[in-house]
Every structure is written in C-alpha cells, then in structure tokens.
C-alpha cells in the first residue's frame, strides 16, 4: 500500500466532546444555519455570528485528542508512503495528536480573516465586530471559516491527491455535503482502494468497497493497526 488519503469529518471529533450538526443540545441546536454559517448570517449580525464561533472556538480548546486521531498520527509517522489527511473539521485536534500533514478544507477556529483585504493570523480567544485588521486596519474581522455558500480551501491540491491515492478513507462524515461527498467517487474512478470507517452508514456508502461501522475510537485504532501490519 502506497499513498493513503483520509477524510475526517465532524463524527472523528465527537468523542473528543465538539458537537456535530445533528446534535440534540449542543451549539448547532441553538441556531439557524443560516444565521451562523452563512456570509449572509455575517452581513445581518456579525455580533451574533462572532459569539457563536467564540464558544465554538473556547469549546475546541478545551478538548483533547481521542484514540482515533492519535491513530491517524501514528499511520502518518510509521508508514513508508505518503499520508495525507483532509479535514472538514475546525478543530485542531489533528495537530494536537501529532498528524503534520493536515489539509482544513472548511478553515480553522484558531484563525482569523480580514473580509476586505485577505489577509489571516490567529484568532484571539476572543473576536469582535469591529476589531481592526492587522494589514490594513478595516474592522472586517470575521472567523477564518469556510460558510455555507463558499468555496473551500485546498481544493485544488485535494482533488491532485484523490487522484494520486492508492488508499482512500472517510471517516466520521455523512457523505451530505459537497464537495467532500463526492471524494469517493473521484478516488475510485482513478483506481484507489476505497474504505468508509463511520457510526453509521454514510449517504455515500454504497460508493465504498470496504466499510466498518462503529464509533470512531473503536474502528480508527484498529483499522490502523491491520495497515501498518501488512
């Protein structure tokens, strides 16, 4: 097995305590998608929007690694070839169990984004409205994360990599949002060994030649050790 690439999404970090989407309770479950995730939400409130991602953001750091990501790190350090990991995940908790090469296609809660000028650095524990930009001074700060409606990071190099894949795996993602949904099937056509490590039956599953269902910390651990044993 040569080059292995992997999709996390939100289920990998769920028993690190970040909440997903679909949680009962949790920050999502207390607002509209529309308010909190979308340029649109910004423009209407960005006090509200900048509340949200600072609870997110203090929540995030408050979390440690669990056995699944410490796992991923361990199949980056001990395998021969290249590992590569594309995250729709905003946490870093890839980074905090060792993985180095960490692709955040939807952003990271640890930075922040100038609206007018571009320009990124790290996120204070807390963000305002009107904090200024570092480059050029406009108060246009807003979280350095990819919302509904925008392009995500990387895609270039992502789609140069499922491509080069001789392995790809998802886990912990619903295989509902695009374009993370359609990896799969842009692995498979160019001939990689396609497995879906997840709770449940992703909406893509069908697509996958290999699954294994249960919870992350259980399945992640295991599935790397049998790689790295041959």
């Not at 870093?92 to 922040?112: W, Y």
């Not at 571009?118 to 204070?124: D, E, F, K, T, V």
């Amino acid at each position: 097995m040569e080059k292995i690439v992997i999709l996390t999404g939100a289920g990998i970090s769920a028993e690190s305590g970040l909440g997903t989407f679909r949680d009962e309770g949790g920050l999502w479950a207390q607002h509209r998608i529309e308010d909190v995730a979308t340029p649109e939400g910004f423009a209407r409130n960005p006090q509200l929007v900048h509340d949200f991602y600072n609870a997110r953001r203090l929540q995030a750091t408050r979390s440690l690694p669990n056995s699944a990501h410490t796992a991923l790190a361990l199949l980056e350090a001990e395998h021969p070839a290249q590992v590569i990991i594309i995250t729709q995940n905003v946490d870093g908790l890839h980074e905090a169990a060792g993985s180095r090469t960490v692709l955040h296609m939807h952003g990271r809660l640890a930075g922040a984004l100038c609206a007018k000028c571009g320009h990124r650095w790290a996120a204070p524990d807390a963000m305002r409205p009107d904090d200024p930009c570092p480059a050029c001074s406009t108060p246009a700060t807003r979280p350095d994360i990819v919302w509904f409606g925008e392009i995500p990071y990387h895609m270039g190099e992502i789609w140069d990599h499922l491509r080069d894949a001789d392995l790809f795996a998802a886990i912990g993602t619903s295989g509902e949002v695009y374009p993370a949904a359609a990896f799969v099937q842009d692995a498979d056509r160019h001939g990689a060994h396609t497995v879906e490590l997840n709770l449940e039956p992703s909406s893509v599953v069908s697509d996958f030649s290999e699954t294994h269902f249960g919870k992350a910390t259980e399945t992640v651990p295991l599935w790397v050790k049998n790689l790295l044993n041959g």
